[in-house]
T-cell receptor, first 112, second 113 residues
Framework: DAKTTQPPSMDCAEGRAANLPCNHS???????VYWYRQIHSQGPQYIIH???NNETNEMASLIITEDRKSSTLILPHATLRDTAVYYC?????????????FGKGTKLTVNP | ETGVTQSPTHLIKTRGQQVTLRCSSQ?????VSWYQQALGQGPQFIFQ???????GRGNFPPRFSGLQFPNYSSELNVNALELDDSALYLC????????????FGSGTRLTVV
């Protein structure tokens, strides 16, 4: 029941902005979009999440389209340590519980 | 503020055996979820625990079971291990509030031989 589609890989130059796209055309009105990243099979690290408004924190910005069918994660100044697999996720509510539905992720490589 | 702690970090079991994985949730978090991540794949939801009861389950057979304790820590039990159960098992805790994030542990790498 994957609800997100991402490019399998992307490259970015160190110091430049990395823009990672995600399609979630079947998202429901109350389902949040989350972004996590994972380095070398460690636990996923939280980046940012949002419902319909654009969000910004110290790590990244999240731009969600008005129809909520897609979003973009922006890392404003990528560093070598940002090399990781980035997951765009939809939080689905079922009954009294919620679950994160992961896609296959984008492998981002930041090059010097 | 402590994060999510999982133990053990690595484990090797034989097909047919049983295994118990443990998770200590982040301070202040009362909800725990477990995920299975096969090599090269995104994590897949196994189940969620809230107030010591399972309140959501993914597409996993009954031989995957769990517990949550009064201190919100949790266990994942897998019976009759199969080779395909080899994976990274991740625990995530959350506060259960409307607009919240999930904190993941570093996972337990289970290898079934």
């Amino acid at each position: 029941d994957a609800k997100t589609t991402q490019p399998p890989s992307m490259d970015c130059a160190e110091g430049r902005a990395a823009n990672l796209p995600c399609n979630h055309s079947t998202i429901s009105g109350n389902e949040y979009v989350y972004w996590y990243r994972q380095i070398h099979s460690q636990g996923p690290q939280y980046i940012i999440h949002g419902l319909k408004n654009n969000e910004t924190n110290e790590m990244a910005s999240l731009i969600i389209t008005e129809d909520r069918k897609s979003s973009t994660l922006i890392l404003p100044h990528a560093t070598l340590r940002d090399t990781a697999v980035y997951y765009c996720i939809v939080r689905v509510t079922q009954g009294g519980s919620e679950k994160l539905v992961f896609g296959k992720g984008t492998k981002l490589t930041v090059n010097p | 503020e402590t994060g999510v702690t999982q133990s053990p970090t690595h484990l090797i079991k034989t097909r047919g055996q049983q295994v118990t994985l443990r998770c200590s949730s982040q301070s202040g978090h009362n909800t725990v979820s477990w995920y299975q991540q096969a090599l090269g794949q995104g994590p897949q939801f196994i189940f969620q625990y809230y107030r010591e009861e399972e309140n959501g389950r993914g597409n996993f057979p009954p031989r995957f079971s769990g517990l949550q304790f009064p201190n919100y820590s949790s266990e994942l039990n897998v019976n009759a291990l199969e080779l395909d159960d080899s994976a990274l098992y991740l625990c995530a805790s959350s506060s259960g509030l409307a607009n919240y994030g999930y904190t993941f542990g570093s996972g337990t790498r289970l290898t079934v031989v």
